[in-house]
Nanobody
Framework: QVQLVESGGGLVQAGGSLRLSCVVS????????????MGWYRQAPGKQRELVAF???????NYADSVKGRFTISRDDAENTVYLQMNSLKPEDTAVYYC???????????WGQGTQVTVSS
């Protein structure tokens, strides 16, 4: 069963915008009557996967310094979907983007296929 389906990536010029979506299976999006903490991660060629944004169960958000002020994470609880609005994109944002639920810094399920974001200069 596919637990995470990311979409919305593409090729965009520097300064452009993209909105990523991640549809999460219900058993991963929620547990014990609460919504799980959700994060967007990215992995550039030759680099380790990094957490770029997360949204906690009660809605608090946080961002990596490299994307702060440009990216916004949000979610639709009714649709079990997490979004990442990416503005003012830079070539260094080029990566495969993934989402996942996590608890105590540990992801809760296998990675999805991700969605490729390529920013041209």
């Amino acid at each position: 069963q596919v637990q995470l389906v990311e979409s919305g990536g593409g090729l965009v010029q520097a300064g452009g915008s993209l909105r990523l979506s991640c549809v999460v299976s219900r058993n991963i999006f929620r547990s014990s009557f609460r919504i799980n903490d959700m994060g967007w991660y990215r992995q550039a060629p030759g680099k380790q996967r990094e957490l770029v944004a997360f949204i906690k169960s009660l809605g608090r958000t946080n961002y990596a310094d490299s994307v702060k002020g440009r990216f916004t994470i949000s979610r639709d609880d009714a649709e079990n979907t997490v979004y990442l609005q990416m503005n003012s994109l830079k070539p260094e944002d080029t990566a495969v983007y993934y989402c996942n639920a996590f608890k105590d810094e540990r992801i809760l399920t296998s990675w999805g296929q991700g969605t490729q974001v390529t920013v041209s200069s």
